[in-house]
């Protein structure tokens, strides 16, 4: 014991460096855990629309969603959900919804919005479009 108090001592950032580390980590492991978004993978996804009538809301930009989105995907941007235009999105707020972004941290922040609006059976694409198309996964391109 003697031997960690002398390293903390001697090493005092980078002890506080991994404390905080460890701090974040618990408090992320935690808030997921207890949040009602799921994580979910391209192959969940999957499942999810072809058993449950899940519906796609990406909340990319129009350019990028036009550059190739998630067959039958909604584009609904964050900035939308944020100033509450969200009409399109209403009709569906019975049935399972995945948000997809690039790399799942706008759609993770845009679940979290509708989640106050009452939306309750959401989910998040871990990894966004980046992990779906790594994976070979079918891209439908708009043509407006």
């Not at 002398?6 to 408090?27: N, P, R, T």
């Not at 935690?30 to 999957?46: A, C, D, P, R």
């Not at 969603?65 to 235009?85: M, P, S």
Request: with cysteine; aromatic share 6%.
């Amino acid at each position: 014991m003697q031997e960690y108090i002398e390293f903390f001592k001697a090493h005092s950032m980078l002890s506080l460096a991994w404390i905080g580390l460890l701090v974040a980590f618990v408090v992320t492991v935690v808030k997921s855990s207890f949040s009602k978004i799921k994580n979910i993978n391209h192959q969940e996804l999957t499942i999810l629309v072809n058993k449950q009538n899940a519906k796609v809301v990406d909340v990319r930009s129009s350019d990028d969603f036009r550059k190739g989105h998630i067959v039958d995907a909604l584009n609904v941007t964050l900035a939308e959900i944020k100033n509450n235009q969200i009409s399109t999105l209403e009709k569906h707020k019975g049935s399972p919804i995945i948000l997809v972004c690039n790399a799942g941290m706008t759609s993770s922040q845009a679940a979290q919005l509708l989640s106050q609006k009452g939306f309750e059976n959401l989910y998040n694409l871990k990894g966004g479009m980046g992990e779906w198309q790594a994976a070979n996964m079918p891209v439908s391109k708009s043509k407006r």
